[in-house]
């Protein structure tokens, strides 16, 4: 099993941008896809982000498209979220998550078996 740490959340203003990572320990990173998921309360955690194996291959939420990117770097078990020109709608919790689907980015949230304890990301209009 792997383990999830998430950093870099904050408060931002409208326009603004912030770069979140996730470090993994534990089970070899190299082995999952990696997936950033929010919420905001009341509503189900959402996918916005998710990044194979090899990072190779990457996919997106169209409401984030164009503005986030995912990336990883395997040498530090360590996948990030680089978000610009950020939105108030964008203000959430952040989740990183791992997948044994390593080959794919899984947009369904119940296809990652491992969850970080989540990052607040507050954008001020």
């Known amino acids: 099993q792997v383990q999830l740490v998430e950093s870099g959340g904050g408060l931002v203003q409208a326009g603004g941008s912030l770069r979140l990572s996730c470090a993994a320990s534990?089970?070899?990173?190299?082995?999952?896809?990696m997936g950033w998921f929010r919420q905001v309360p009341g509503k189900e955690r959402e996918f916005a982000a998710a990044i194979t194996w090899s990072g190779s291959s990457t996919s997106y939420a169209d409401s984030v498209k164009g503005r986030f990117t995912i990336s990883r770097d395997n040498a530090k078990s360590t996948v990030y979220l680089q978000m610009n020109s950020l939105k108030p709608e964008d203000t959430a919790v952040y989740y990183c998550?791992?997948?044994?689907?390593?080959?794919?980015?899984?947009?369904?949230?119940?296809?990652?078996?491992?969850w970080g304890q989540g990052t607040q990301v507050t954008v001020s209009s």
């Open positions: 534990g089970r070899t990173f190299s082995s999952y896809a």
């Open positions: 998550a791992a997948s044994g689907r390593s080959n794919y980015t899984p947009v369904n949230r119940a296809h990652y078996g491992t």
